[in-house]
């Protein structure tokens, strides 16, 4: 069973649309997560961290439910410049300090 | 604030031919290194990780090696390409898993193709 688990897309939204990304992971000892964000032949860029509470960065919001192992991402009033691929990332210390990666999420955003 | 630089950016290098691919961080001291290389439309595959100089852990069994020989320098290579060693390959760094902050931060990456 792979660590990280995501929906690969390909999500083609329209501009302003709202779309959700999920991810699960099987590590119940999993310590952080986060959400990356990759564009065309570049380097993943981290995007927003994730916490229990729940957290929001402009029109991104990240959210974690520990119970079942899941992260979302909401991405509300999308823009031409949100297309890229979106890494779902999951920290776990306990066998040295290794972070996994899902294999992303694929989203473009149609004018 | 610190900087990861990783080189060459790209590459082109035939069947049988060794390999060098190097990683520098600033700013920061006793990072924890990796080496990922993602295949053509896929995931990160974890190569290698160090936690300090000249402590590696290898993850996937290959054809390539890492080395640390400074605390900020982690060097990926190979004796002998083989066809499927061609893809991305990015370094990273993280800070060590007690303290705070710990995320990962990525290098520029370096597009290998054997050809």
């Known amino acids: 069973r792979k660590e990280v688990e995501q929906d690969p897309g390909p999500f083609n939204v329209p501009e302003g649309a709202t779309v959700a990304f999920n991810c699960t992971y099987s590590?119940?000892?999993?310590?952080?997560f986060f959400w990356y964000r990759q564009d065309c032949r570049k380097e993943p860029k981290l995007l927003m961290s994730v916490y229990s509470s729940g957290n929001e960065d402009g029109r991104f919001t990240a959210q974690l439910n520990r119970a079942s192992q899941y992260i979302s991402l909401l991405i509300r009033d999308s823009k031409l410049s949100d297309s890229a691929t979106y890494l779902c990332?999951?920290?776990?210390?306990?066998?040295?300090?290794?972070?996994?990666f899902g294999t992303g999420t694929s989203l473009t955003v149609i004018p | 604030s610190q900087t990861i630089h990783q080189w060459p950016a790209t590459l082109v290098q035939p069947v049988g031919s060794p390999l060098s691919l190097e990683c520098t961080v600033e700013?920061?001291?006793?990072?924890?290194l990796y080496w990922y290389r993602q295949a053509a439309g896929r995931g990160l595959q974890l190569l290698f990780y160090?936690?300090?100089?000249?402590?590696i852990s290898s993850e996937v069994p290959q054809n390539l090696s890492a080395s640390r020989p400074q605390d900020r320098q982690f060097i990926l290579s190979s004796k002998k390409l083989l066809l499927s060693d061609s893809g991305f390959y990015l370094c990273?760094?993280?800070?060590?898993?007690?303290?705070?902050?710990?995320?990962?931060?990525f290098g520029e990456g370096s597009w290998l193709t054997v050809v």
């Open positions: 700013g920061t001291s006793n990072p924890n």
């Open positions: 590590n119940s000892a999993s310590q952080s």
């Open positions: 160090s936690i300090g100089i000249g402590q």
């Open positions: 990332v999951v920290n776990s210390v306990g066998s040295g300090n290794q972070f996994y």
């Open positions: 990273a760094w993280s800070v060590p898993p007690l303290f705070s902050g710990n995320t990962i931060y």
